[in-house]
Every structure is written in structure tokens, then in C-alpha cells.
């Protein structure tokens, strides 16, 4: 499973946009990048999931170059209620059959400020 | 529709005891997966349940059993529980195959041990 870097910790301000980038070097041909939101004692949230170039849905932008060795999820005009954990995943949702586990790593804290 | 739930929400336990967290999964999902929190720390995965059997599982010890019923709900049990076992236990649901890095988390049980 391709190993994830992303910045620790991330501060911001209502109505910014942020990016968090995550690398991937390791990526393999098969591997889908996923990213995940979790609140305070709450569960990981299913933000956006791409393979390549741009993906955008009603949350976020997932952008994806060429070479996927690393991805930008994008968070257009936060507010106070987008400060959370942000975990990128890289991995094949068909691996063994369709049964996949998810590899955390530590994620990035977002602040957002008023 | 309701989401996965888990149960209890809190629970404080004794070094040695024995604990049963209980998932229902996301009405039409049939595989359940557990993962443990430490605090401050991304879910670290410990098994996956499939048709009531463990597909899949992480690096935890064989004190974390699981098991999962015909109605696809699930228990994780916890025997002779540590002071490190103190952590967030969350259960995620998916159906099986399909984009399978996109699973639906529980709120959570929050497990102390003293």
C-alpha cells in the first residue's frame, strides 16, 4: 500500500480557499486517492475520490497531476465548520476481491478562523 | 435511511475485563469493517467482516475478536483489556466491491480502561 505525506497542521480564514496537499510516490497503476474528514468524536466522513486530473463534487476539488505522485484536495471558501482532520488514502478499491481497508495516516488539522 | 450505528457511546472499563461493542451497518451494506482510534492518532484497522467471516485483518492481537450476524450487524470483543486499549472504536460499512474506499463510519464508542 503507497505510504501518504501531508502536512500536520493547516490554519486558515472563513471564506479562503485551502489546499492540502498530500505526496504519494509510491502510488501503483491501480491505487485510487480518497479523502476522508473527520470531527471531533466523530467517524471519518467520504470527502471526494479520483484517479486522475480533476474530480469535483459539492464539498471539494480533488486535483490530480500527470504523474500522481501527489494530489491537492481544494476547499473552496471555508467556514468555522470545515475545521477538521483531513486523512488522504491511497489504494485499489478492487484489491482482494473488492474487500479493502483504509490506511490512516495522522491526517492534516485544519483551523479555520473567524 | 438510517447510518451505521454503534453501541454504547461511551463505555469505562476495568485492565483484565472483557468488552462487546455492538454496529449496525448502513441499510444495503453487508461488509463491516472495525478500526481504533488513539487519540490524537488516524483509525488504525483491525478486521473486516464478509458473509459472517473475517476477510481481512490488521496487526492487533488475538484479544480483538469480532463476529457478524445474518443481518450483516457486527460485535467486536475485547479480552483482557490494557490501559492502551483506552481509544475511539469506530465500525465502517461498505458495499461489498464497489468503490470500496468509500466507507460510511459510526459515530463511534468511546472505550475507556482504568
Known amino acids: 500500500l503507497a505510504k501518504t505525506t501531508q502536512p500536520i497542521s493547516m490554519d486558515s480564514y472563513e471564506g479562503q480557499e485551502v489546499n492540502i496537499t498530500c505526496s504519494h510516490n509510491?502510488?501503483?497503476?491501480?491505487?485510487?486517492i480518497t479523502w476522508y474528514q473527520q470531527f471531533p468524536s466523530q467517524g471519518p466522513r467520504f470527502i471526494i475520490q479520483?484517479?486522475?486530473t480533476k474530480v469535483t463534487n459539492e464539498v471539494a476539488s480533488l486535483f490530480i497531476p500527470a504523474d500522481r505522485k501527489s494530489s491537492t484536495l481544494s476547499l473552496p471558501r471555508v467556514s468555522l465548520s470545515d475545521t477538521a482532520v483531513y486523512y488522504c488514502?491511497?489504494?485499489?478499491?478492487?484489491?482482494?476481491?473488492?474487500?479493502?481497508?483504509?490506511?490512516f495516516g495522522a491526517g492534516t488539522r485544519l483551523a479555520v478562523h473567524p | 435511511d438510517a447510518g451505521v450505528t454503534q453501541s454504547p457511546t461511551h463505555l469505562i472499563k476495568t485492565r483484565g475485563q472483557q468488552v462487546t461493542l455492538r454496529c449496525s451497518p448502513k441499510?444495503?451494506?453487508?461488509?463491516v469493517s472495525w478500526y481504533q482510534q488513539a487519540l490524537g492518532q488516524g483509525p488504525q484497522f483491525i478486521f473486516q467482516?464478509?458473509?459472517?467471516?473475517?476477510?481481512q485483518r490488521g496487526n492487533f492481537p488475538d484479544r480483538f475478536s469480532g463476529h457478524q450476524f445474518p443481518n450483516y450487524s457486527s460485535e467486536l470483543n475485547v479480552n483482557a483489556l490494557l490501559l492502551g486499549d483506552s481509544a475511539l472504536y469506530l465500525c465502517?460499512?461498505?458495499?461489498?466491491?464497489?468503490?470500496?474506499?468509500?466507507?460510511?463510519f459510526g459515530p463511534g464508542t468511546r472505550l475507556t480502561v482504568t
Open positions: 465502517a460499512s461498505s458495499p461489498l466491491g464497489q468503490g470500496a474506499n468509500e466507507q460510511y
Open positions: 509510491n502510488i501503483a497503476t491501480n491505487d485510487y
Open positions: 479520483g484517479y486522475k
Open positions: 488514502l491511497v489504494g485499489d478499491p478492487r484489491l482482494s476481491g473488492g474487500y479493502n481497508k483504509l490506511i
Open positions: 441499510s444495503g451494506h453487508d461488509t
Open positions: 467482516y464478509y458473509e459472517e467471516e473475517e476477510r
